[in-house]
């Protein structure tokens, strides 16, 4: 079992969902504050998809969050 947390074949950059650059403010060198995500509603059940491995090393990206919305609006 391996001591620290984080993969370090994980990319934090990118989406664990589905590749994509998740535009994380605070790896661009900016304030927490001054990212996307924090106006976002990321719901529980989009976070439950990310793979055990991947959770709490990289940011969802926008593109999933925006699809998982509109999936759970249409039901699909």
Same mark, same amino acid.
């Given at each position: 079992?391996?001591?620290?947390?984080?993969?370090?074949?994980?990319?934090?950059?990118?989406? #664990?969902?589905?590749?994509?650059?998740?535009?994380? =403010?605070?790896?661009? &060198?900016?304030?927490?504050?001054?990212?996307? *995500?924090? /106006?976002?509603?990321? #719901?529980?059940?989009?976070?439950?998809?990310?793979? =055990?491995?991947?959770? &709490?090393?990289?940011?969802?990206?926008?593109? *999933?969050? /925006?699809?998982?919305?509109?999936?759970?609006?249409?039901?699909?």
């Amino acid at each position: 079992m391996r001591e620290d947390k984080y993969d370090a074949d994980v990319d934090p950059s990118r989406c #664990p969902l589905c590749g994509g650059d998740n535009r994380c =403010a605070i790896l661009q &060198g900016a304030e927490i504050d001054s990212c996307w *995500c924090r /106006a976002a509603a990321i #719901p529980r059940g989009l976070l439950e998809r990310v793979p =055990a491995e991947r959770a &709490g090393q990289a940011c969802i990206c926008a593109a *999933c969050v /925006a699809a998982y919305h509109r999936e759970t609006a249409t039901g699909r």
